[in-house]
């Protein structure tokens, strides 16, 4: 029994040194691992972002008193707006958005500081560019808490009862992009390459026939399988330590909560992520077909259905449905919780359950479907 | 079941859709035997050595490899088989050496353990040990695949064609390295297409259209041709063969190489008697001689008894 279980070490130590062999001689390979992640989350991390600095706005200040002074230059010291230039009229405004340089136009109405001081009222008309809903609705935004912040250090000077919320944003205080993407970028990044690297290696034995001569030996389907698996766990978990790494020193992106935790959670994932890749593999002998299967099958729905860029409370039913059955959503929710929020075990366990569970079962199915023979 | 015997197929069919690759196919083959299916491409060879590395399930009929059924026990089977495949599979991107040690590895054995059965080889290909197998002639391709599926020391040993596409040297060198393996008690089973191998065979099956036409020794088969054969040449090739074909009683007439082998339907059909034919078509320097029946011939005879 105890040689037996040599032998079985010994077959499994020479599988993984095969495996590394396969993948140092291949520059595409390593490329794919390697490279593309780190290209990738810099890419996502400073190209790919939400947040919007240095917007071209015009001002339409009828009233050119003090206080619509001092807002234009609230505005403009926000750094979030840059004043293009000033309008004199109001048909001016159509022909600046036609130009389409100007995203915003903010317009004072004439007598702002006497209305104000009269009547505690006075009115700010916001034109916003909603060809881009999305950046309109930010600036807008933007525009409101700078008022909002005019308003509330003056609210002394004014001596008006106004409630003024304190928003306080948690976890994010600066509203960076990059907290959001980066766990969003490493659930796709880890999902595609370990799935697609599993998939196309094994499928590679199958195209070179060398299965064939895997299958013939008393090796079974699971030490072919582990053997072939065990590196891409090991590379994966390298990039996830990478990820991390670039995101704390290149985008500061803190990790709040148990670094052990975080890498455990990042291990489960890459094995849920290698799983699939084994599925994917049995189902086609092309490495091919398992590489459009990765790409399509995987990488799509991770960026779309994860709630990585659009939030899953806004899908239509149905797709929301599907999010649920998305690996990547739950490994989005635990990582943000462990990295941002500082969570420990016990806020992230259920999700950790679905994770490990989904692994087993498309385990299973692997398994199930493994073929022992050529047929 | 016979202790001397170390596989035995019984009535294997396979069909593949409507093509069929086996029919009713059945032989046996002794232990420490070289055994050789010899036939054309697409005979079902192939077919029948997956089947017998249980690669795949015959539709009907069993196949024992020794003590074990191929369907049932394949576990135990795959513990002692050595199986090369037609096809080339090993590690292109693996080193001569890499490929060897992996291959030894999974079987849970070494080079060193083994390094007897493959030391006439691996001599030749030592000097490339490290090159990439990928990058070896087909030769060499071949021997190394070789070693790899008899590195640890199989019971049986079974080659899909193994010598295709490799030189007249090499495949003298491959087969010589058989018959020694053979000596160290390896039963081994062999595919081929070229009929001139089949004389390094202890035994032979001649396969054509998924069917076994013979099964013998290959003096048997060629003793028991059971006509006269004569090669024939002549100035004008191109009629000759022609001339032949349409002789009144002619019997068989094929080319082989640079000359026509021929058997006649009169059993005391002599070599004058062709001349003579031959002159009257108009043919001149004519070389007459009488041949012993080669494989080829007593497998286009069967060919044509079908």
Redesign the interface.
Known sequence: MKTDRY?NL??F???V??EF??IF??VRTLVILFGIPVIQLLLFGFVVTNEIRDAKIAVFDQSKDYITTRITQKIVSSGYFKIDRKLESASQIEDVFREGNIKMVVMFEAGFARKLEKDGQAGIQVITDASEPNTANILVNYLNSVTLSYMASQQKALQQMQIIPEVRMKYNPELKGVFLFVPGIMAMLLILISALMTSISITREKE???M?????????PFQIISGKVMPYILLSFMNAVLIILISFFVFQIPVHGNLLLLLGECLLYIITALSLGILISTLTSSQQIAMMISLVGLMLPTILLSGFIFPVENMPLILQGLCYLMPPKYFITIIKSIMLKGAGFSYVWKETLILAGMTLFFLFLSIKKFK???? | MNSEIMVEARDLCKNYGTVTALDHVSFSVNKAELFGFIGPDGAGKTTLLRILATMLKPDTGTVRIGEYDAVNDYRKIRNMIGYMPGKFSLYQDLTVEENLQFFAGIFGSTIKDNYYLINDIYDQISPFKNRQAGKLSGGMKQKLALSCAMIHKPDLLLLDEPTTGVDAVSRKEFWEMLRKRKEDGITIIVSTPYMDEAGKCDRVALFQNSKILSTDTPENITANYGSVLFAVRTSNMYTLIHDLKYCPTVRSAHSFGQYIHYTDKEINATMSDIEYYLRGKGHSEIEIRQIDATVEDCFMRLMLND
């Open positions: 032998i010994k077959r130590r020479g599988f040194v095969k062999h396969h001689r291949d070179l026939g060398t064939e001569v895997l299958l013939a030996s008393p090796l079974r022992t023979r050529l047929e």
